[in-house]
């Protein structure tokens, strides 16, 4: 009797192919077929198939993944390398990747048996007026038990393996989260750094300005001294020389805030990096032309996209869960265990127990609460969908936007490089006619004004384009050296 109950309950369960609720069908993306560029420096590509699904889990960027070594600056390396390593955000999120993962291990679990098993010892005495007349010896008693239960959910319509099919695809959803930070910390890093190059570039320019003014202050002074100046000039002098020297301290400020900045963002106090990044530096050359590649493979790729799927995934099997309470529960429970009065009879043949039941919990008169419960799994897995199809345009808008900042940058860069050459020339002109009489000061000094100005502009410029490169990169998913290793469950489909 024992091996049929669980022969028809093993063979139930193997035997039960269908799983209830609908079966998850990936959505076509709303993409385009091409980016729209007519920067020369930049190469798009066409899309194979628009509309194909994006989420695979072998997905590799077609950027190039470790971006930041195109610019050749090696300290720029390193801090990156350094955040993607100690950087506490990261650190959390990989705390809830490991998190889904033990979920995941938690549900697959509930597809095999649960095996318990205890023991008990007892020495018991009934009292005199429960057992009159009853010699005290005879009254006491001892008692020894050792048991095994096995408890198995016969998973006929599917309940569970919905449950790890939705556990599944959360924990992939949790990797992409990660790899997107990745990208993210990556991508401040690296903006971060061009940002500080710049601040440091517009602070040498100011300071060599202030000495230039100095220098035309130094004339002035003289010419006035010798009796052929004016207070007035002297003093419109100094105004513009001081306005100047007033720059300088913001620019200083700004600078250090972001030394702070970075060192933070590799996991240091914000005074770790100040001695090391305070020497001046060149901003990082521009890589000469990008493939951004094409609108579908970008899909593929990006992070957050696909995590987006993955979450439209769990959300669905989350409604089979649901649907799967509309139909009774069978559990196959059993017990094997030895029951004597003294150890040594413990294990005699004599002393054997079991039991071996099937049992079925159907909540058929909670029907009303089961289908509101469908409802809102249904409803959660449309607003999971709207998400996605949300989360695809935004990614094909945030790259398209980049595209046309990185590819206006470069022209405009062009334009202010010229202004600051000829605005040079222009100031250095100015001071030679003055100092020949053929020209008054208001000439020289709007011409400093000008020359500051203009190479002001090209040091933000060239940060801007710097700028816009890296957010580039971001936008295409670039930003990680290594994948992240995906534990064996997530991995195993």
Same mark, same amino acid.
């Given at each position: ?32 077929? !091409?980016?729209?560029?007519? *920067?020369?420096?930049? &190469?798009? +590509?066409? #899309? $194979?198939? =628009?509309?194909? @699904?994006? /989420? ?48 995941? !291990?938690?549900?697959?679990? *509930?597809?095999?048996? &649960?095996? +318990?098993? #205890? $023991?008990? =010892?007892?020495? @018991?005495? /009934? ?62 890093? $690296? ?303």
């Amino acid at each position: 009797m024992v091996i049929r109950t669980l022969t028809l309950g093993v063979a139930a369960a193997l035997l039960a192919a269908c799983a209830v609720g609908p079966d998850y069908v990936r959505p076509n993306a709303p993409t385009q077929e !091409r980016f729209v560029s007519d *920067d020369p420096t930049i &190469t798009t +590509t066409t #899309s $194979a198939q =628009a509309g194909e @699904s994006v /989420a695979t889990e072998t997905a590799q960027p077609q950027v190039d993944a470790e971006f930041w070594r195109s610019f050749n600056d090696p300290l720029l390396t390193r801090l990156v390398e350094e955040a993607l390593t100690a950087n506490h955000d990261l650190r959390i999120a990989l705390a809830s990747y490991d998190r889904a993962n033990a979920l995941l !291990r938690n549900a697959k679990l *509930d597809r095999y048996p &649960t095996v +318990t098993a #205890s $023991a008990t =010892a007892s020495d @018991s005495r /009934a009292s005199a007026d429960q057992a009159p007349g009853v010699p005290r010896a005879d009254r006491d008693g001892e008692s020894y038990s050792v048991q095994a239960d096995v408890s198995w959910e016969l998973d006929l319509f599917g309940r569970v393996r919905r449950n790890v099919e939705s556990q599944r695809a959360e924990a992939w959803a949790t990797a992409s989260d990660l790899d997107a930070l990745q990208v993210a910390i990556v991508g401040e890093v $690296a903006r971060s750094y061009v940002e500080l190059r710049g601040l440091q570039e517009r602070l040498r320019v100011a300071r060599d300005n202030a000495v230039n003014q100095e220098e035309t202050l130094r004339l002035v002074q003289a010419r006035f001294d010798a009796g052929r100046g004016t207070e007035f000039d002297t003093s419109r002098a100094r105004a513009q020389l001081e306005t100047t020297r007033s720059r300088v301290p913001a620019l200083e400020a700004q600078v250090a805030v972001t030394m702070h900045r970075l060192a933070v963002l590799t996991g240091q106090t914000p005074d770790a990096l100040v001695a090391e990044l305070s020497p001046q530096q060149p901003l990082p050359a521009l890589p000469s032309r990008l493939d951004p590649g094409s609108p579908g493979e970008l899909l593929r790729h990006r992070p957050d996209v696909i995590a987006a799927e993955h979450r439209l995934h769990a959300a669905t099997a989350r409604i089979g869960v649901a649907t799967a309470d509309l139909f009774p529960r069978f559990t196959l429970g059993g017990l094997i265990g030895s029951q004597a009065v003294d150890t040594s009879a413990l294990f005699e043949r004599g002393s054997e127990t079991r039991f071996v039941a099937l049992g079925i919990d159907w909540s058929f008169l909670d029907i009303g609460r089961v289908r509101a419960r469908i409802a809102a799994a249904d409803a959660n897995a449309s607003g999971e969908l709207a998400r996605y199809q949300q989360s695809v345009l935004l990614a094909l808008e945030d790259t398209e936007n980049a595209l046309v900042r990185y590819a206006r940058s470069r022209v405009e860069d062009q334009h202010l490089e010229q202004a600051a050459l000829d605005s040079a020339t222009a100031a250095r002109l100015a001071r030679v006619r003055y100092e020949a009489g053929a020209a008054d000061l208001f000439e020289v000094l709007d011409a400093e004004r000008t020359q500051l100005v203009a190479q002001e502009a090209f040091a933000d410029g060239r940060t801007r384009s710097a700028s816009s490169a890296v957010a580039l990169y971001k936008a295409l998913a670039g930003g990680w050296p290594t994948r992240v290793p995906l534990r064996e469950e997530v991995a195993s489909r």
